[in-house]
């Protein structure tokens, strides 16, 4: 129990004001569907979490911090010239948009969470405590309390604000994102 408390409460309060806290508000602003975008976070949050500890302290000493700083920081760059790529309605799957709404979330926020302090925590905690599935739990609860309050705030918001705007606001920030990534400026990213 110490395992999933610690991990929730130290992920609840480093996912606050994060850039996946914001990357919640602006698909709920752009999606306009908070239940799939909640699921997608969830989904991805589990995925990510879970590798982060199981294999992610392999990962980071394989790949080193240079080739892992990069990697992350060109995956921002796109994730930023993504936002500006106007969704497309296929005809073939009855208005449905390739990813959807879901698909769409859970890739951007496993993107997002690669390399992120949460997902760095989340190493930490599973070499920390022994119970791999109490510390993805936790981490994963921490997530959603951080997470489910900017979904329902973005779906307001998204009545008031410019699709376009809300899109190029996005695209700045991870390209922003990946340029203080591929810099090394002071190693938040």
């Known amino acids: 129990m110490e395992a ?3 991990s929730t409460g130290i992920v609840a309060l480093g996912e606050m004001g994060d ?3 914001l990357l919640a508000l602006l698909l709920a602003a752009k999606f306009r569907r908070p239940v799939p975008i909640v699921l997608g976070i969830l989904v991805a949050t589990l995925v990510n979490h879970a590798l982060a500890g199981v294999v992610g ?8 911090p240079d080739l892992l700083r990069w990697v992350i920081g060109l995956s921002f760059i796109a994730m930023a010239v993504w936002m500006l790529v106007p969704d497309k309605i296929d005809e073939a799957e009855g208005g449905i948009q390739r ?8 890739v951007a926020f496993f993107l997002a969470e690669m390399g992120d302090k949460t997902q760095i ?3 930490a905690l599973a070499a920390r405590y022994a119970d791999l599935v109490a510390v993805v739990a936790g981490t994963t609860l921490g997530m959603m309390i951080a997470n489910v309050p900017a979904v329902l705030l973005g779906d307001a918001v998204a009545k008031k604000v410019s699709m376009t705007l809300v ?15 591929l810099l090394n400026v002071g190693r938040l990213f």
């Open 4 to 6: 999933f408390l610690v």
């Open 19 to 21: 850039k996946t806290q």
């Open 57 to 64: 302290d392999w990962i980071a000493r394989a790949l080193g």
């Open 99 to 106: 990813f959807g709404v879901f698909g769409t979330t859970v």
């Open 121 to 123: 925590a989340t190493v």
């Open 167 to 181: 899109h190029g606001i996005a695209a700045l920030i991870f390209a922003v994102l990946g340029a203080l990534t």
